[in-house]
């Protein structure tokens, strides 16, 4: 496809019978290219070959919340709590914690044996200015812990306490979570680093450090096992219990092109796919010696983004217009293709099947779209054929097929498009810009996120809506901020939902973003791997490798 124009994706099904079936061949080509004589690369058992799903362009898990650094992140630092695989927070570094029952003074004591990649001791100091930067980043979890901060205190070494004034009973969630930026622990410091600059010094916490002389970005990263981290005793399940390796090392490498990427897999190049095209799985499936699986079942909400801080989609009516003119099957089938299994339309910003899953407040994102009424509503709001810039990551098949689509729909709808075809590391420093998108800045980008970080306002960074510390894209409404404190208010799940459903037409009605529907995706792996779990990341302990 043509990086530097939109594709007309989603009113050609030819497009897509094309794509696929080029892939489908590419595939099978470099199958037969990549030959035999490689077949010996994967088969050391104590390294590990794994294909991420875009390249690790920086790491710093505090500055981005791009999801490969969060992955890449979880293998060099640790963090103080854990999710499990039911979304309930565990101990991870922490060995115990008092509160009180007003939830206004949390006390955590640090397990023994808790040490950095340096060799030194993880202490209370490290623990507090880690929390700190990340406090400062977190736009949803924690900022509201800040904003309610008396002092954060290293009581001793192995003792840190929050005294706040106002209770915050999700805590131990705040602290485990699994959605971006994730609270990572690090040496003081590093973690003294002013937040909006990125660390330079990767000195981690976690079962693996980084191999700095061999991470090449765009390339490869290699992680090698720490012999000084110590995993709990309980067995793991997701960010929870004992993490442990059974590699000396882990190899990222990064093969963005889908079909070369199935190849390596085919030829036991790689071990690990992470993010296998939907096209190329009946391929793969074929293959006896791969097994191919739902990576999570709680899946993914695709996400149009846009700038609120300049013209045209400072209009709330511009937004709007975008809504009503946006078909979700046409993003999701650009996507994941035709498969039902794997995709939905979503008139909503909460995880499909979750408790609080509700569709009010969404007629603009429901029935038949309206492109007509689209163009008036631009009319109404004052466009006038400016450069509409268009940030599209081209090395992630789920953001470049958004951004076709994108593409495409903005010029039927009548606006000027501007498609810049970068990599994801680039589109991750763009969309942070502030600056006017003629100098730098941008209007809109597209990305994804996972459901379990949809699944209630806690860790949901997109639905944010503070203004200059939200998320990409700055959105501001009082209306949406009032509803996520009810809802932190709430008393119960019937309360939860009551208040849920007046947030989604909300941030439906400011337009916070746009989901652009709910899908699932693939993970494929050789199987002479056994231990790969479903979940919202990539899960390396306990895999190991015949």
């Known amino acids: 496809m043509d990086n530097a124009t939109a594709t007309g994706i989603a009113n050609s099904a030819a497009v897509g019978i094309n794509r696929r079936g080029l892939l489908r061949t590419a595939a ?4 037969g290219a990549l030959g035999a004589p490689r077949l010996s690369l994967a088969a050391d058992t104590k390294t590990l070959r794994f294909i991420p799903q875009a390249n690790l362009a920086n790491l710093d898990p505090i500055w981005t919340t791009q999801y490969v650094v969060r992955n ?31 939830f206004k003074t949390w006390t955590f004591k640090l397990r023994p044996g808790l040490k950095f990649h340096d060799g030194e001791p993880v202490l209370a100091k490290d623990v507090v200015a880690s929390i700190n930067r990340w406090m400062a980043r977190d736009s949803t979890m924690g900022r509201i812990i800040k904003a309610q901060l008396d002092a954060l205190e290293a009581v001793d070494d192995k003792t840190f306490r929050f ?12 602290l485990g979570k699994s959605s971006t930026p994730v609270l990572f622990i690090m040496p003081q410091r590093i973690a003294a680093t002013d937040p909006f600059t990125q660390i330079s010094e990767y000195v981690g916490s976690g079962p693996m450090r980084l191999k700095r002389d061999e991470w090449i970005p765009g390339a490869k990263a290699v992680f090698q096992r720490y012999d000084g981290y110590q995993p709990r005793t309980e067995p793991a399940s997701w960010m929870s219990g004992g993490k442990r390796i059974n590699f000396d090392r882990i190899e990222w490498q990064i093969i963005p092109d889908g079909a070369t990427a199935a190849g390596a897999l085919q030829n036991d190049e790689v071990d690990w796919w992470e993010t296998p095209l939907s096209d190329l799985v009946p391929l793969l499936r074929r293959n006896s010696d791969i097994a191919v699986d739902i990576a999570d079942p709680l899946g993914n909400v695709g996400v149009f983004r846009m700038n609120h801080l300049f013209p045209p989609f400072s209009d709330v009516r511009t937004r709007q217009a975008i809504q009503v003119a946006l078909s979700q099957s046409d993003y999701m089938q650009a996507v994941v293709g035709d498969d039902p299994a794997l995709w939905r339309t979503m008139p909503s910003f909460f995880t499909p099947g979750t408790p609080l899953y509700t569709e009010n407040g969404s007629d603009r994102l429901k029935g038949k779209r309206d492109l007509d009424l689209a163009k008036k509503m631009l009319a109404d709001s004052g466009y006038k054929n400016e450069p509409i810039i268009l940030l599209v990551a081209t090395d992630v098949a789920i953001t470049k097929a958004q951004g076709d689509v994108t593409a495409d729909l903005l010029k039927q709808i009548g606006m000027n498009v501007r498609y810049e075809a970068l990599d994801w590391g680039t589109v991750g420093q763009r969309r942070a810009s502030k600056q006017p998108p003629d100098k730098g800045g941008w209007h809109i980008f597209h990305t994804w996120t996972a459901g379990a970080d949809c699944i209630n306002p806690a860790p949901y960074t997109g639905l944010d809506a503070s203004g200059s510390t939200a998320w990409y894209g700055w959105p501001k409404s009082a209306l949406v901020e009032a509803k996520i404190a009810a809802w932190y208010a709430a008393p119960d799940l019937d309360a939860e939902k009551k208040v849920i459903a007046e947030l989604n037409k909300a941030a439906m009605d400011d337009v916070v973003y746009i989901p652009t529907g709910f899908f699932k995706g693939y993970q494929a792996w050789r199987k002479n791997i056994s231990g790969v779990v479903k979940a919202p990341f990539p899960v390396f302990w306990d895999v190991k490798k015949a």
């Open 28 to 31: 099978v080509a470099a199958t």
């Open 72 to 102: 890449g992140g979880l293998l060099i630092w640790d963090t103080l709590m854990g999710v499990d695989d039911k979304l309930m927070p565990k101990p991870q570094m922490v060995e115990g914690w008092e509160n009180t029952p007003d």
């Open 163 to 174: 005294r706040l004034n106002k209770p915050y009973s999700k805590m131990l969630f705040a």
